[in-house]
């Protein structure tokens, strides 16, 4: 089975502009989850969708959002970038079946780095 | 408020000696716990889990892990090190999300 693909895998931008990044889960997987990875912060959740529904959502500004389509694809946007959003931004997939805890399974990441 | 820490930010062994990466964890209710690895440029990988049931866990790549209750604690363990688990550990807890330690770089000596 593939497992969880991310694009772009390097990102570079600009102050102020906004970019997007792309998670291609497992399949079968209807749940998946964001992170963002910095060395001050550590990994902090960002938000998850299950069956094109934000399930669950971290303390991040709005302009972090994110949205799923029907074949649990998703998509998350950063709108307005600031330098302090350079980061390691991780998606993560996982069954999701209501009433079970699954583990989630990571892609490589994207890098994003903001000037 | 739910929180995983992870006491040290470095562990060094030699290769063939046993290993241990610690971790706390707060919590309420029943704690649901999971240890992952990164390795450099990579995404995070499944170890292995507790959520019920026998208090030592058995994963991949022979770690295994000892949830205690009453330390409120969730070490991993290998029996012995090699050279290529030198990586990133990172300690979780789900509380419908992830909430991740800041994460243990382990070093192994050949």
């Known amino acids: 089975k593939a497992g969880v693909t991310q694009t772009p895998r390097y990102l570079i931008k600009t102050r102020g502009q906004q970019v997007t990044l792309s998670c291609s889960p497992i399949s079968g997987h209807r749940s998946v989850s964001w992170y963002q990875q910095t060395p001050g912060q550590g990994l902090q959740f960002l938000f998850e969708?299950?069956?094109?529904?934000?399930?669950n959502k971290g303390n991040f500004p709005g302009r972090f959002s994110g949205r799923q389509f029907s074949n649990s694809r998703s998509e998350m946007n950063v709108s307005t970038l600031e330098l302090g959003d350079s980061a390691l931004y991780l998606c993560?997939?996982?069954?999701?079946?209501?009433?079970?805890?699954?583990?989630?399974?990571f892609g490589p990441g994207t890098r994003l780095t903001v000037t | 408020a739910q929180s995983v820490a992870q006491p040290e930010d470095q562990v060094k062994v030699a290769e063939g000696n046993p290993l241990t990466v610690k971790c706390t964890y707060s919590?309420?209710?029943?704690?649901?716990l999971f240890w992952y690895v990164q390795y450099p440029n990579r995404g995070l990988q499944f170890l292995l889990k507790y959520i019920t049931g026998d208090n030592l866990v058995k994963g991949s790549y022979g770690f295994e892990a000892e949830f205690n209750k009453s330390q409120t604690s969730f070490h991993l363990k290998k029996p012995s090190a090699l050279v290529s688990d030198s990586a990133l550990y990172f300690c979780?807890?789900?509380?419908?999300?992830?909430?991740f330690g800041q994460g243990t770089t382990l070093q192994v000596k050949p």
């Open positions: 993560a997939s996982s069954l999701g079946t209501s009433g079970t805890i699954q583990e989630q399974y």
């Open positions: 969708y299950f069956s094109e529904t934000q399930r």
């Open positions: 919590v309420s209710g029943n704690p649901y």
């Open positions: 979780a807890v789900y509380t419908g999300k992830l909430i």
